[in-house]
């Protein structure tokens, strides 16, 4: 039996660096009008939820305020709740759609916690499978997600229409 190569192209602009624009891609999304550009997947009053494009495991979404605010203790009351409103609401849809078996949720505060974006306050929603952490990661320094950014996006904003009767706000 051969070895199987597996394909990732879009995993080397984040290794390289060179795939980000300049300034906040977070604000950007949060004030762009096309939500699908920006894999924005539903839009709230003062806060949003879109794709990671450099997922930890298929479905990890972000959950930031639209504005521009790196601290946690500098949000406002109704951003506070709105971003765990929203990140409650995004874990709903998950569970219909994809059927994971856990979470992890959390917020990565400082570049030595990991974050790759200290500037711009954001939650992270990463759905959970058994096994889903597998050998390609243990040996091959490489993680599998086995669904294109854009059929995600397609599944989780269908799955939010349904789940609001039709009413779409990104």
């Known amino acids: 039996m051969g070895m199987e ?7 080397m602009a984040f290794i390289k660096d060179c795939d980000k624009e300049a ?4 604000c950007r999304a949060g004030m762009a009008q096309e939500s699908r550009r920006d894999r924005v997947v539903r839009r709230g009053k003062t806060v949003f939820a879109l794709l990671n494009r450099y997922p930890y495991n298929n479905g990890h979404l972000l959950i930031a305020p639209v504005r521009h605010e790196g601290r946690l203790e500098a949000l406002t009351p109704e951003e506070m709740t709105e971003v765990l409103s929203l ?8 569970d ?16 030595v916690a990991g974050a790759g974006l200290e500037a711009h306050f954001h939650m992270h929603l990463v759905p959970r499978w058994s096994g889903d952490t597998n050998f390609m990661t243990t040996v091959g320094s490489a993680k599998v ?11 989780l904003t269908a799955g939010w229409d349904e789940a609001k009767g039709g009413e779409r706000r990104c």
Not at 145 to 154: F, G, K, M, S, V
């Open 5 to 11: 190569t597996l394909w990732a192209p879009w995993r």
């Open 23 to 26: 300034g906040c891609f977070l």
């Open 87 to 94: 990140t409650a609401e995004a874990k709903t849809v998950l």
């Open 96 to 111: 219909r759609v994809m059927s994971p078996q856990g979470y992890n949720v959390g917020a990565n505060l400082g570049r």
């Open 145 to 155: 997600i086995p669904q294109a950014l854009d059929d995600l996006w397609e599944l």
